[in-house]
């Protein structure tokens, strides 16, 4: 990680924990739901998509406590996910982020209803942003919308497990992970731009970038399973192995995979060059997801 990137991280990942644990600790809600809520919003994690919303807004100047606010938003949303991806009629894992998973916590019934929770208040969050216009709150609960649902993450997800039964060729691949893993990560990337007052071109090659950050993110999460210990990565390692299910290491060759990976790495750092701005945040975001361990 350059020192650049880890000051940025340093100055505003307290800004964005404090934010989305706030949002949470406040709702009128069970104790025992908050709880579990609040057991996977602290379970830690790289918090790269609220961190990414912040990259975007920066880029533009733009320093709105909003950015903190729509991240913590996203950040909901991705932590719900988790929570019934481990799930037993998913997954089936006891280990997350090096602790027990939700449910075997709290028991599958409340770690169901902590997911959902998080699910909806996400879209209170936005919707109650009254420093945002009304018009870019509306585009920003739409676009969230599309990325975490059946058009986005949750259809991703359908598709992977459907995947798990047949071997994928390399664009059936891409199509599920451009939804599960890359249709979020799209959404923290466009939604700086949404509060930043991008211009088309610019949101364009912003989310040129995403796509391409989007693949290299699970393409090394693909190989991390393979040469990665469950203490490094924090969750099961192997489990692809295990199931035989269809990744880029298993499709490509694990050489293959990396090469792959760079490819997608160069081509967002390229999309990033039509932006007439100080870009290397972005930049140093990037080389940082195709060299992480966990």
Known sequence: MTNNLNQFITDNLPIIESELYSLVEKIQAPNQLKESMLYSLKAGGKRIRPLFVVAVCHLFHNKQHEAYTVGSAVEMIHTYSLIHDDLPSMDNDDLR????????VYGEALATLAGDALNTLSFGVLARMDNVSAENRIELINLLSIAAGAEGMVGGQVLDIDGEKRSLNLPELEHVHINKTGAILRFSIEAGAVLSGATAKEREALVEYAHHIGLAFQIQDDILDIVGTSEELGKTAGKDVASQKSTYPALLTLEGARKKLDEHYQLALTALDSIDKDTSIL????????HRHN
């Open 97 to 104: 982020r090096g602790k027990p998973t939700n449910h075997k």
């Open 283 to 290: 930049k140093d975001f990037a080389q940082y997801i195709v």
